[in-house]
């Protein structure tokens, strides 16, 4: 049960830093499936502060490390596509061993991974929780290992 007052943790960014937030993807609760978006938006890399654009490779590379710690993905997707909503913001996507088999089981014809169409199946897939997956849990552990990295301070 949350606690009156507190949101899940789905529903709150797991990290902010001087110049991103990173939070869980509100709309596919894959465990890990994160989206890092810029502190202040901008519909262009282009438009990134000097400062933010400084960050950004070091947000996402600590990012993808807390998720490969505690996901064990076979492979993190990272994506910009910034279709949806025109702002930019990244998608870190880990491709765990689970959904490359739903993955080929709902698709047998595809004999070779394509990380776009994967990732569109996913995102069209499963839009409410997974049942046997806390994702709280995985977000929570996220969080921690995000906390205490160095893009912290």
């Known amino acids: 049960m949350t606690p009156v007052g507190a949101e899940p943790i789905a529903k709150r960014n797991i990290f902010v830093n001087a110049h991103f937030r990173i939070e869980p993807c509100a709309s596919c609760p894959i465990p890990g499936y ?27 590379v600590a990012a993808t490390r807390a998720i490969e710690a505690v996901v064990h993905p076979q492979r993190v997707y990272c994506a910009l596509f910034a279709e949806e909503t025109r702002s930019v913001h990244f998608h870190l996507f880990p491709r765990s061993d689970w959904l490359l088999s739903a993955y080929s089981c709902a698709h047998p014809e595809d004999t070779e991974i394509s990380g776009p169409r994967l990732m569109d199946w996913a995102r069209r897939t499963f839009q409410n929780p997974i049942t046997g997956m806390d994702s709280d849990e995985t977000f929570e552990k996220i969080r921690t290992r995000l906390t205490s990295s160095t893009i912290a301070g």
């Open 34 to 60: 994160l989206i890092v978006s810029p502190c202040v938006p901008v519909s262009s890399l282009a438009e990134l502060s000097p400062d933010a654009e400084a960050a950004l490779g070091a947000t996402l």
